[in-house]
């Protein structure tokens, strides 16, 4: 190649010039975010992803584990991080997790620490919190994911991104609005349940077998839901979409307000307390009246699927009766029967595993004492049996806590008595008085300066106040 065919260029450096500034400062440089801030999916839609599905695309984006970047990057700046067990996260991961995606502190926590580590502000919505609001009841959520394999399946064909959507996580809605099936819960090749947050695999895969969990070529597709159920599904999802509109336009009023618009309703038609009346609107709405009243007090905030079933039947949205628009719900509760079919039946599982989870994940993360196993299977009542069987993981680290809850109290016992033998000796020789073992005995409780730790604090204070030759 022959050079001098080409002109010869010069480059020149320019210095950025801003605001009459000649030189290039660190300050110029935009601040940098710790983690990549990543677009969630579906933003302000019925389909707006989850902070969990979130936490996992976050990892995969990284090209690390997602439970692996949490370890690392949200569990040490977490309040309570001191106190956490170190399995506390495999256990988290496999089901407690959802709490995250849910209305509590937990959620509120976690999601200003990735909006922190992302300079993201708008992380806080991918929570329940973000969608209705503070309605802080437990149960809202699921204790494991759930999804429909036709979404799945359609997602990839199309290349789409395969991510968790937050109304699957809503124990309130169990068919895939679009498709119109149940979403499943079990994986159909392992049948075991799905971790929240992956260990090592990619989104869509099954986080125990690794396999896909769309609907795979040549499976058969699933049932579609009968009428009735869809008719309660199209509802309850309408209804919780009006939820999350308001909520996105900061329009949604407080949750204190649908109980005191409930109040008026029912009190207007309950005729001075009148039994037959209360009997009426259990028969329609399958809420007992003492459950009622105490949703009334505000003694007991039901989840939203409680409040959902309550008011399909009352011909009410839960946005409605928040504005104070319950005319239809006094006409039906007045009537006592419903023109909508009815709601399907909860599944009773024998054992309440989201109830038994929610008490021992608030006993794991210091929300609630800690408990023994025994305390606990009293406090659920079910037999310790039944949640070793369960819960066997958790109840391992329930035992472990607890045991080390009655350690650290043994030890500030001991504290507290050396420091209270002390305080007696130097007192009594302040006033001039020399302090025997009877005279500081008869300042402590009865029978303390039996114990040995008593007995060695009192020859340690005789030393200090130089009453006793130091031990060599
Ligand atoms: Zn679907
Ligand atoms: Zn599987």
């Not at 077998?209 to 599904?233: D, F, K, R, T, V």
């Not at 509802?235 to 407080?254: D, F, G």
Request: some cysteine.
């Amino acid at each position: 190649m022959n050079m001098a065919a080409f002109p010869a260029f010069s480059v020149r450096i320019l210095s950025p010039v801003r605001d009459g500034q000649e030189t290039f400062q660190e300050s110029d440089i935009p601040t940098r975010s710790r983690l990549y801030p990543l677009e969630p999916q579906a933003m302000r839609s019925l389909w707006q992803e989850s902070f969990t599905s979130y936490l996992n695309r976050l990892g995969w984006t990284h090209h690390v584990s997602p439970r692996a970047m949490v370890r690392q990057e949200i569990i040490p700046r977490l309040n309570k991080a001191q106190e956490l067990p170190y399995q506390w996260l495999g256990s988290l991961s496999r089901g407690y997790a959802t709490r995250i995606n849910g209305t509590g502190a937990l959620a509120l926590e976690w999601s200003h620490i990735l909006e922190q580590l992302t300079l993201r502000s708008d992380l806080h919505l991918l929570t329940f919190h973000g969608w209705i609001g503070n309605l802080t009841s437990p149960g809202h959520l699921r204790a494991n994911p759930a999804w429909c394999p036709l979404c799945y399946e359609e997602w990839r064909e199309k290349n789409l991104e395969i991510y968790q959507p937050l109304c699957w996580f809503v124990k309130a809605i169990t068919a895939c609005p679009t498709h119109h099936i149940p979403l499943e819960s079990s994986c159909s090749h392992c049948q075991k349940t799905q971790s929240v947050i992956a260990l090592q695999t990619q989104p869509g895969h099954c986080t125990q077998c690794n396999q896909w969990l769309g609907i795979s070529p040549g499976e058969a597709l699933p049932q579609p839901m009968q009428e009735e159920s869809m008719h309660w599904q199209q509802w309850a999802l309408q209804a919780l979409e009006e939820l999350h509109a308001a909520s996105m336009t900061n329009s949604l009023p407080s949750w204190e307000t649908f109980f005191t618009h409930l109040a008026t309703g029912i009190l207007s038609i309950v005729n001075h307390g009148s039994w037959g009346s209360w009997k009426r609107i259990e028969r329609l709405t399958g809420v007992k009246p003492y459950i009622l009243t105490q949703w009334l007090k505000r003694e007991w905030i039901p989840s939203l699927e409680t409040i959902l079933r309550f008011c399909y039947v009352c011909e009410v949205t839960p946005l409605q009766v928040m504005r104070g628009e319950i005319s239809s719900l006094a006409k039906a509760l007045q009537k006592g029967a419903s023109s909508r079919p009815p709601v399907p039946r909860r599944t009773q599982a024998s054992v309440d595993q989201d109830r038994c989870l929610a008490l021992i994940h608030a006993v794991l993360d210091g929300s609630e004492k800690p408990l023994g196993l025994h305390q606990l299977s009293e406090r659920l009542g079910c037999s310790e049996r039944i949640l070793l069987y369960y819960f066997r993981e958790e109840c391992a680290l329930i035992t472990r806590q607890a045991r080390e809850h009655r350690k650290r109290q043994g030890e500030q016992r001991l504290l507290k008595i050396r420091d209270e033998v002390r305080q007696q000796a130097l007192s009594l020789h302040a006033q001039g008085i020399y302090p025997s073992q009877m005279k500081v005995s008869n300042l402590l409780s009865p029978g303390l300066m039996r114990s040995s730790v008593a007995r060695e604090a009192w020859h340690e204070a005789l030393r200090e106040l130089g009453l006793e030759p130091r031990k060599k």
